[in-house]
């Protein structure tokens, strides 16, 4: 049974450009949630998607937006990329519990 | 949501029982407390969860005080395999909730 996949692993942009990121959840959930670490800090709250619709939102701009597809995998998408969007996007899933399973991130590099 | 302090690094020697403790002062009735385990370049793992007294599984046991406003992460016997970032959280415990990290406890286990 695969676990939460995301991809791609690593990826590079520059300021300004947009990007898309990809993530599975787990086989038998249905709650994607989706995180930005920056290096040595705790990962931080981005959204929360289930059932096709964000059901939660952290503290951050309207530029970082999502979707939910009917096979439950998600996508994290960034507009107009600044230097400090640089961070490990981490997506995890669960199934209506408190436990969340996290996928092993996108390293995004904003030159 | 309850904020919680943890050191910031502890250094063990393999073989040696490490405890972590997380302060919690503000605390809710509906939240339970839940430790997460990340290794460099991967997404946190769900370790233990608790609401009071003691929880014990096959990784670690946590302990709970009566009053509840921390509690310990209580990792038996640490390996150099055990050397990562542990991050104790609180919040209620419904249904996929948002996950708040802090910054984490850094452990370094050495021969």
């Known amino acids: 049974d695969a676990g939460v996949t995301q991809s791609p692993t690593h990826l590079i942009k520059t300021r300004g450009q947009q990007v898309t990121l990809r993530c599975s959840p787990k086989?038998?959930?249905?709650?994607v949630s989706w995180y930005q670490q920056a290096l040595g800090q705790g990962p931080q709250f981005i959204f929360q998607y289930y059932e096709e619709e964000e059901r939660q939102r952290g503290n951050f701009p309207d530029r970082f937006s999502g979707h939910q597809f009917p096979n439950y995998s998600s996508e994290l998408n960034v507009n107009a990329l600044l230097l400090g969007d640089s961070a490990l996007y981490l997506c995890?899933?669960?199934?209506?519990?408190?436990?969340?399973?996290f996928g092993p991130g996108t390293r995004l590099t904003v030159t | 949501l309850a904020k919680t302090t943890q050191p910031i690094s502890m250094d063990s020697y393999e073989g040696q029982e490490v405890n972590i403790t997380c302060s919690h002062n503000n605390i809710a009735t509906n939240d339970y407390i839940t430790w997460y385990q990340q290794f460099p370049s991967q997404g946190p793992r769900f370790i233990i969860q608790?609401?009071?007294t003691k929880v014990t599984n096959e990784v670690a046991s946590l302990f709970i005080p009566a009053d509840r406003k921390s509690s310990t992460l209580s990792l038996p016997r640490v390996s150099l395999s055990d050397t990562a970032v542990y991050y104790c959280?609180?919040?209620?415990?419904?249904?996929?909730?948002?996950?708040?990290f802090g910054t984490g406890t850094r452990l370094q286990v050495t021969l």
């Open positions: 608790g609401y009071k």
């Open positions: 959280l609180v919040g209620d415990d419904g249904t996929a909730s948002k996950l708040t």
């Open positions: 086989s038998g959930h249905d709650t």
């Open positions: 995890a899933s669960s199934s209506q519990t408190y436990e969340q399973y």
